[in-house]
């Protein structure tokens, strides 16, 4: 059987070969959406070197989280989602997913960018109205305001006037609930996210591959790694 620890410690670094092997679902996706999942990161340690046409390219395995931490979100609006996503999917998908996007410059707003393929099975949530929740939900925490409201200070203000003071926790989790609502967050299917996604998706997958590479790289990669197999393009 194999497991995460074997990927970490094989020796051959064949990318074409460990693609067809491990990453099918993820090409097919990638190939017939024109798109792919993309990484802003700034990972620490040893990278993986991987051989590909006489090229070496820099890569590393990661992992699925079950407790991710959130960077800006407030824990208590961080839990709260988290409760909203385990009804809908069964999932507390903010802890538990791995973040990415579908638009390559997207993704280096938050570091090195890494194009991210899932190994074995995946299945991407997302919502056809949402860039990013955090600063969608809390703008005020972009302008470096510590207290920020949920909906932000010009929110209450339309809304409360000179109330905008008083406003309580209740009002903010049921702006937060409301929001949510609307949203239409969806999982799958994974061509149309990779198609059609605004912006952040979470990707479910027990581990993944992430290439520094470019984005024709990377389709002359998986377009390689796609030769006969049965991939629809």
């Not at 949402?130 to 809304?159: C, H, I, K, N, Q």
């Not at 990779?194 to 998706?201: S, V």
Request: negative net charge.
């Amino acid at each position: 059987m194999i497991t995460f620890k074997t990927f970490l410690t094989e020796e051959t670094r064949d990318l074409i070969e460990y693609l067809r092997t491990y990453c099918q679902p993820a090409i097919s996706d990638f190939l017939n959406a024109k798109n792919y999942l993309w990484r802003g990161m700034n990972p620490k340690g040893p990278r993986d070197k991987w051989e590909y046409d006489k090229a070496i390219i820099d890569g590393y395995f990661g992992q699925r989280r079950e407790n991710r931490r959130p960077r800006d979100t407030p824990p208590w609006a961080h839990e709260l989602i988290d409760e909203f996503f385990e009804v809908e999917f069964d999932m507390k998908l903010r802890s538990s997913t791995v973040f990415a996007f579908n638009n390559r410059s997207k993704a280096g707003g938050y570091g090195s960018t890494f194009a991210m393929i899932p190994v074995g099975k995946y299945t991407i949530y997302w919502s056809p109205k949402v860039e990013d929740l955090t600063s969608e939900l809390f703008p005020d925490l972009e302008s470096g305001v510590d207290d920020g409201l949920a909906g932000g200070r010009a929110y209450w203000d339309e809304e409360l006037g000179d109330a905008h003071a008083r406003i309580t926790r209740q009002q903010e989790i049921h702006f937060i609930n409301e929001y949510l609502q609307q949203a239409d967050y969806k999982r799958g299917p994974n061509v149309e996210a990779l198609k059609h996604a605004p912006g952040e998706l979470m990707v479910w997958c027990s581990h993944y591959l992430a290439l520094q590479i470019s984005e024709s790289e990377m389709t002359e990669v998986l377009l390689e790694a796609a030769t006969d197999e049965k991939v629809e393009q």
